[in-house]
């Protein structure tokens, strides 16, 4: 499968702990987009890389959030101090640099208790 | 905010043709209209996209007015695995700035009926 992939699919965890995902993008594709959605909602955007850099952050992403991609290639996402609010799907996504169709992976679903 | 308007929900017939209506007046000359729908639980799936020509693909049809202020979206032959959140998106892919990202609504819920 060379579809985006993103781990875990599912996580449960107290308030108070922190929590990383991971998101494989598309082979080749510099950009990646993470987002997040709420039941009920569209996804909304949090922030992008593109190959490496960090290029914009959403004002959703709290200083609780941060992402990285190291080396360009996969990207996580981490949740400090997790609170219940946070309980959401977060969706990565990737795209070639020129043809700028995002491809989406499955999401990661996050219960925080 | 989502530059699109769609109506909420639509129904449609098993076998028959999905149309599902896109509104954006505000469009300008460098964005593209994208559709992508989402089945219940997973992620975002692309469907189609154009600029101002009308375009078809193996999952779907994409109608674009003259003037761009409006689209639609269809899927010739309903299944019942077609039922998901359909949603429509401006994106700007030319010009300076451009970082891409996707601003969804709330897009159509449809409903196809066996």
């Known amino acids: 499968d060379t579809g985006v992939s993103q781990d875990p699919r599912h996580k449960i965890t107290k308030r108070g702990q922190n929590v990383t995902f991971r998101c494989d993008p598309i082979?080749?594709?510099?950009?990646l987009y993470w987002y997040r959605q709420t039941l009920g909602q569209g996804p909304e955007f949090l922030t992008y890389?593109?190959?490496?850099?960090?290029?914009?952050k959403s004002r959703l992403l709290s200083d609780r959030f941060s992402a990285e991609r190291p080396k360009g290639s996969f990207s996580t996402l981490e949740i400090q101090r997790t609170e219940q609010g946070d309980s959401a799907m977060y969706l990565c996504?990737?795209?070639?640099?020129?043809?700028?169709?995002?491809?989406f992976g499955p999401g990661t679903r996050l219960l925080v208790l | 905010d989502a530059k699109t308007t769609q109506p909420p929900s639509m129904d449609c017939a098993e076998g028959r043709a999905a149309n599902l209506p896109c509104n954006h007046s505000?469009?300008?000359?460098?964005?593209?209209v994208y559709w992508y729908r989402q089945i219940h639980s997973q992620g975002p799936q692309y469907i189609i996209h154009?600029?101002?020509n009308n375009e078809t693909n193996e999952m779907a049809s994409l109608i674009i007015t003259e003037d761009r202020k409006s689209s639609t979206l269809i899927l010739p032959h309903a299944t019942l695995r077609d039922t998901a959140v359909y949603y429509c998106?401006?994106?700007?892919?030319?010009?300076?700035?451009?970082?891409?990202?996707?601003?969804f609504g709330q897009g159509t819920t449809l409903q196809v009926k066996p």
């Open positions: 082979s080749e594709h510099n950009r």
């Open positions: 505000t469009i300008s000359g460098n964005e593209y």
């Open positions: 998106i401006v994106l700007l892919v030319i010009g300076s700035g451009n970082t891409g990202k996707l601003i």
């Open positions: 890389f593109q190959n490496e850099a960090q290029l914009e």
């Open positions: 154009g600029l101002k």
């Open positions: 996504a990737s795209s070639r640099q020129i043809q700028e169709t995002q491809y």
